[in-house]
Structure formats: structure tokens, C-alpha cells
């Protein structure tokens, strides 16, 4: 017979209320009245009231002057690794997925705990909130103008916030970006390589300052080879993808006649040239044959594409996330250089997507 018997309600209670305890789950400090907690377990009140006497008893947990449960501060900050936070919008990025995945790995290495933040708009309170919250550290993505008031807050918290793909380095905040915007040089040098002459840029998003800069690169390598080239762009619609927004705008370069003079274009991601493809398919152009697309990153997007897509291949991300994560727990971190954690050398995965110039 076996001697193992099966916990009790109570007992899996406990045992769930000091795990989440150590691993600093209740960042505010105190954590939901008892009944709360029940409704929030499927179980009764006496349940939950029999766990919470446990952990107390354990000291695991305090009670407040008012009454309140709360982690009692000894415990916490012997067993609790650091807390970092990522602040992400709601709709992010495709490729943000794998980014959340690599840092929640990074973390964890550390012992510590990864906890999403997502806002929905540049004036959400919860970007705040995230600054004022009792994390060791923020990982943010934010791609909107900064407000004075906002600017303020994060260089006041810069010693333990770094910024993904935006670059902060000039408000003292590290800044990581794998796909860094000069790179796209590499997208022109491509096409240039297969006769092109003419390589145009299609963007349609709201600029930011990363797509600016990728702009600005592309114009530059246009100039240097002494090519032709357009820029096209285009705002979205209110929460349109950028892959639908540079649907609608190659469907208009279709219309104005301006589509058939392409033979190649840099698109400002990988998400916009799976757009301008299913576009140019839809009016009968081969893609790879009657025109040339490139896109920039978000390389699983590219490579699961028909057809694949030509990209500026991001440099691997965890080295990067490890160096911004240690800046935020050094101590020292006001002397550590340089702010800016960038791939040093990133090169393109060639699809179907580019080939020899047609003669137009």
C-alpha cells in the first residue's frame, strides 16, 4: 500500500500561495484580501483563511496594521531573484514573441522573474505605473514621441530601464537593437549586384525614429551607387497592420500606374513586404522575376513567406539581452559603455523574393 497520500485543498493552496510568494509575484507588497483569493482559486474562504495561518505561522507572510497580508520582507529578499518588467504595446510587433521568449530566458537564468506590462496608447497611465512599480528593472519598447513629463520620469529611472530598438542613449538609457538601420546599405548593395537601378523604399507605418533612420540609410546607399529610387509611404488605418497597410498602398501604386515602373524595393519590414507581395500578386506581378522585395527583419516572417523573402537578417538577440540585464543589476552601472548594445555585423538571408533586374 502506498505510504503517499494526496494534499489537501488547503495544503495545494499553501503550497501555491508561498511559490508565487517566492517568486516575488506580489510586486506591490500586499496582496488580495482572503476573500478575493478564494474567488480567484475556486475555492472556499475557510480554504484559503487555513493557508494564509500557515504561511504566517510559516513567515512567509505579515499582517499590515490594517489588517492587509503582505510578504514579509526577510523571506522575499532572501528568495525572489530580480524582477524585471516588459513594457510592450498591445499590438506589438510580430516579432515580438520571440523577443519575450529570449528575455523570460535570460531572467530566469538569473533566478529572476519576467512580468508583462502592456499599454495601449502614448498617454496610457500604465506606462507610468511601470516606472513607479517595485521592479529591479524595465525593459521597455516604446514607440511613440516622448512627452517632457515622460522624458523626465525615465531619466530619473534610467539607471534601471533599457530600451528595445528605440534609441535612448542620449537620455542615458541603453538601447538594443539587433537589425541596426545601416545595415539596410545591404539590401541596396543586393539589388544593385542583380542590375537593378532603380530601388525604391516602401514604409507604411507611422514614422518612427527606427524607421526614419532606415529611411535615411536607404537614401543614402541610393545616392552612393547612384541609383534611382522612390520613397513610397503611407499612414495606416487606426490599428491596421503594417502588412495590410502596404496592401492598400502597392494596390494604389497599381492604380496610378507607378507599380509597373518598380523593378525593386526595400520595404521598411519584412511584415510591410509580405503586404506589397500578396499586392503584386493579385495584379499578375512575379514576384522575383518582374520585381524584386526585400524586407527588414523579422527573419521568421521572411523565411515562412511564398515566396520566401530576401532580408536584412537580425544579429542573435540573447547576447544583447544579457548585456542589458546586467547593466541594470551592476551596481556601477553610471561608468558602463557604450549605452548603445548593438549586433556589430548583421547580413541578409536571400530568398525568392529577389533576382536580375528585368529589362522595363
Known sequence: MSSFSTPTKHESITELLAERISQGAYLHGQLPGERALAIELGVSYLTVRKATKQLLKDGLLARTPKGRLMPCASQESQKRGPQIG?????????????????????????????????????????????????????????????????????????????????????MGIPSIETAPAHFVSKAVDHLKSLGHKRVDFLCASDRDTVLCNRIHYWQQAVNHYQLQGELFEQLPKRRQSSALSAYDLA??????????????????????????????????????????????????????????????????????????????????????????????????FIGESTAPAPNK
Open 251 to 348: 494596390m494604389d501604386l497599381h492604380a496610378n500606374g507607378k507599380l509597373a515602373q518598380m523593378t525593386s524595393v526595400v520595404c521598411a519590414t519584412s511584415s510591410m513586404a509580405v503586404g506589397f507581395q500578396r499586392a503584386c500578386h493579385e495584379v499578375g506581378l512575379i514576384v522575383g522575376r518582374d520585381i524584386s522585395v526585400v524586407g527588414y527583419g523579422e527573419l521568421d516572417v521572411a523565411q515562412m513567406s511564398v515566396p520566401s523573402i530576401t532580408t536584412v537578417r537580425p544579429g542573435p538577440r540573447t547576447p544583447l539581452l544579457e548585456q542589458g540585464l546586467d547593466w541594470i543589476l551592476s551596481p556601477d552601472n553610471d561608468d558602463q559603455k557604450p549605452l548603445y548594445i548593438n549586433s556589430v555585423d548583421v547580413d541578409l
Open 86 to 170: 516588459l513594457l510592450v504595446d498591445t499590438i506589438p510587433e510580430v516579432s515580438m514573441s520571440a523577443w519575450l521568449n529570449d528575455l523570460d530566458a535570460v531572467v530566469k537564468a538569473k533566478n529572476g522573474t519576467l512580468r508583462l506590462i502592456s499599454y495601449s496608447h502614448e498617454t496610457d497611465p500604465r506606462v507610468f505605473e511601470a516606472l513607479d512599480a517595485e521592479l529591479d528593472g524595465l525593459v521597455i519598447v516604446y514607440r511613440y514621441e516622448l512627452s517632457p513629463l515622460l522624458r523626465d520620469r525615465l531619466i530619473q529611472n534610467r539607471h534601471r530601464v533599457v530600451s528595445l530598438w528605440f534609441d535612448m542613449t542620449a
